[in-house]
């Protein structure tokens, strides 16, 4: 048995959820969202609470407890919505947004432009630092990932885009 699928999703006032053949869609205060339900799984609502059902076979166990976290992860997305922050170390690392477009100087020779997908916002409340929300855990992440890939933190002074409160474990620089 998955513990995680068979956990209850309850469901906030305001979050309205339908079941369709082979999807789902949960819509609330800040937008909707889809998913694919895999063939085996399928899921009941009873009154203001979600319950992940799965047949026999080991394919549908296995992906029942991903569903389900999904589907938490979806109703937590359009009540709370979700945020990443970055934070820019470095000298003359900046951060602004302009139009559908994130500019930022990392110490290349050219600036970078990040475009903003829809459905993210992204804002620069300092110029030293990047805030991206969403919906939608998977894409907010993954857009962070993105940008701190342009210029991840460097081993040695520690300079780049990071996550905020991440940990850098700083190499000793040569020694004569």
Do not use: W
């Amino acid at each position: 048995m998955s513990r995680v699928a068979n956990r209850i999703i309850d469901l906030p006032s305001g979050v309205t959820v339908s079941v369709a053949a082979g999807a789902v869609t949960v819509k609330g205060a800040k937008g909707a969202l889809t998913m694919s339900i895999s063939p085996g799984v399928s899921i009941e609502q009873q009154d203001k609470k979600l319950s992940v059902k799965y047949e026999g076979n080991e394919q549908a166990r296995m992906t029942a407890g991903s569903t389900r976290a999904h589907l938490a992860n979806m109703v937590q997305g359009v009540t709370k919505g979700y945020e990443s922050r970055l934070e820019l170390v470095g000298v003359g690392f900046r951060a602004q947004v302009s139009g559908k477009a994130l500019n930022l100087t990392l110490g290349f020779s050219h600036p970078v432009t990040y475009p903003i997908p829809d459905g993210i916002t992204i804002e620069a409340p300092s110029l030293t630092e990047v805030l991206i929300k969403g919906t939608d855990r998977q894409r907010v992440g993954q857009i962070a990932a993105e940008i701190r890939d342009i210029r991840p933190p460097e081993p040695y002074k520690g300079k780049g885009v990071r996550y905020k409160d991440e940990q850098i474990s700083l190499k000793e620089g040569k020694k004569k």
